[in-house]
């Protein structure tokens, strides 16, 4: 048996932590009581500048740190690019330039499979990208720079969604940078009024292409923004889950002895600091009695209680549960149930990144005097699931089935490649062009030569 004196002592660290958990809970409420965000200050702007940039390193740190936010963007990201997007363009000058651009040595940091999927996890967990496309005379160069140096958008003063500018703020050893980047839509770099009413003029000569996120405003949020409070209050559950397993593995055993102290100290002196050997046989008297405790943590509720925090980080993300970890939740019904809206979630989320690339493209494309009329570029992305693949390739049977004259379309092979699994389709398909061509020689010469025979054979009249 202990004091009391000492069980408080052992139950301070978990008294604590308890207090704590308690009055972060309260202070929260009452912020939210009080308003916890100004919704009269701001402009309109729901989130003010400074709190969002506090929310974006939060999301960083949370993406490095935690499992539960580091899974959800390696989900969207794996089943966005899968193994990465892949290009055709129908006119061979179109195709030439994007094909420098794209296979440049410079440029595969980000446009490669692996710079790709850092692009998108960059967007998901900053909320936002912005990549500055310097035009050179032979080779164009894409470079991304980090939202929290980009200081303001500058907008047309009558329509604040015709951006001009972007105005980039930054460090440069101990000596504050400053630099204005016209958009894409300002090739030109038209001067325009800040909102202090100054007249701007572009100090760099590459174009800025911003795609954001999560947003109805100009700037965008971290996929994490939702989930970031109830992230922590998960990290906390579980640190006070682990404190009281802690404190109730301090004793294991309850030894009753007769006797005053003087007994008690005995026998804790002969217990204390030592571990009997495993298979020990206790031995004993009538007066020493010592029986294992018996502790009930609770597991079965704790159980509970931690899948409705998780819950609330499962629909911020948009992931169902079984994605994070504890795979009894779903079986094959729930799966295909709940993985329509994930599919829908992803889809969206391809068109956004594919809208950025046709705008890039479409800059390189002018620069290098190609015309708009040949412009087109089929882009597609990997499938999201196997099941896809598999249901790609059925539909297209059947469509070339019905419609045999499909089979010879650039567009339907590259779908109909990349249900395969196969990286490098505009290599392939410029494989398959080629032996096709050689396949069409070969059937001439054979029928020229069948020609030559009956004309030799025939009789002569």
């Not at 050179?136 to 951006?163: A, C, Q, Y």
């Not at 999560?214 to 109830?230: E, Y």
């Not at 009930?296 to 931690?306: E, I, L, P, R, V």
């Not at 950025?356 to 005097?369: C, G, R, S, T």
Request: proline residues 5%.
């Amino acid at each position: 048996m202990i004091s009391k004196a000492e069980a408080k002592k052992l139950m301070q660290p978990l008294e604590e932590l308890i207090r704590e958990a308690t009055q972060s809970v309260e202070k929260q409420l009452a912020l939210e009581d009080v308003g916890w965000v100004n919704l009269s200050a701001g402009g309109g702007w729901v989130i003010p500048d400074k709190d969002r940039q506090t929310y974006l390193k939060k999301s960083r740190l949370a993406y490095l740190k935690d499992p539960l936010a580091r899974q959800a963007i390696r989900i969207w990201t794996d089943y966005t690019f899968g193994n990465g997007i892949t290009y055709k363009a129908t006119d061979k000058a179109t195709g030439d330039v994007l094909s420098a651009f794209w296979g440049a040595q410079e440029n595969k940091s980000l446009l490669s499979p692996r710079g790709q999927r850092k692009l998108s996890d960059k967007l998901l967990v900053d909320g936002e990208v912005f990549l500055a496309i310097f035009l050179g005379p032979k080779l164009t160069i894409v470079r991304s720079i980090d939202p929290l140096e980009i200081t303001e958008i500058i907008t047309n003063p009558e329509d604040v969604e015709d951006v001009k500018f972007y105005k980039r703020s930054w460090m440069k050893g101990n000596k504050q940078e400053v630099s204005i980047y016209p958009s894409l839509t300002n090739k030109k770099g038209e001067k325009c009024l800040d909102n202090m009413g100054q007249n701007i003029s572009p100090t760099e000569k590459a174009l800025v292409a911003h795609l954001t996120y999560n947003t109805i405003s100009q700037r965008g949020n971290p996929l994490l923004l939702p989930a970031l409070d109830w992230i922590d209050y998960y990290r906390r559950f579980l640190a006070s889950r682990i404190a009281i397993m802690l404190a109730l593995a301090k004793f294991a055993w309850d030894a009753k002895v007769k006797g005053g102290q003087a007994a008690v100290d005995a026998v804790k002196a002969k217990l204390h600091g030592e571990s009997p050997a495993a298979g020990s046989t206790q031995v004993h008297n009538e007066g020493f009695d010592m029986t294992p405790i018996k502790t009930d943590t609770g597991a079965s509720g704790a159980y509970h209680d931690g899948k409705m925090i998780m819950h609330q980080v499962c629909a911020a993300v948009g992931i169902p549960e079984q994605y994070f970890g504890d795979i009894s939740t779903g079986n094959l019904a729930t799966a295909k149930t709940v993985e329509l809206p994930m599919v829908k979630q992803f889809q969206s989320y391809q068109e956004t990144w594919k809208g950025l690339f046709q705008e890039i493209d479409e800059v390189v494309l002018a620069h290098n005097n190609v015309t708009p009329d040949k412009w087109y570029v089929d882009r597609d992305f990997p499938p999201i699931a196997e099941d896809e693949a598999s249901q790609i390739a059925i539909a297209l049977g059947q469509i070339l089935t019905a419609l045999p004259e499909l089979a010879d379309a650039p567009e339907v092979m590259q779908v109909a490649l990349m249900a395969l699994g196969i990286n490098d389709t505009s290599k392939v398909m410029d494989n398959l062009s080629k032996t096709g061509k050689a396949n069409e020689a070969a059937k001439l010469t054979r029928a020229v030569r069948d020609l030559r025979e009956v004309l030799k054979n025939a009789p002569i009249k």
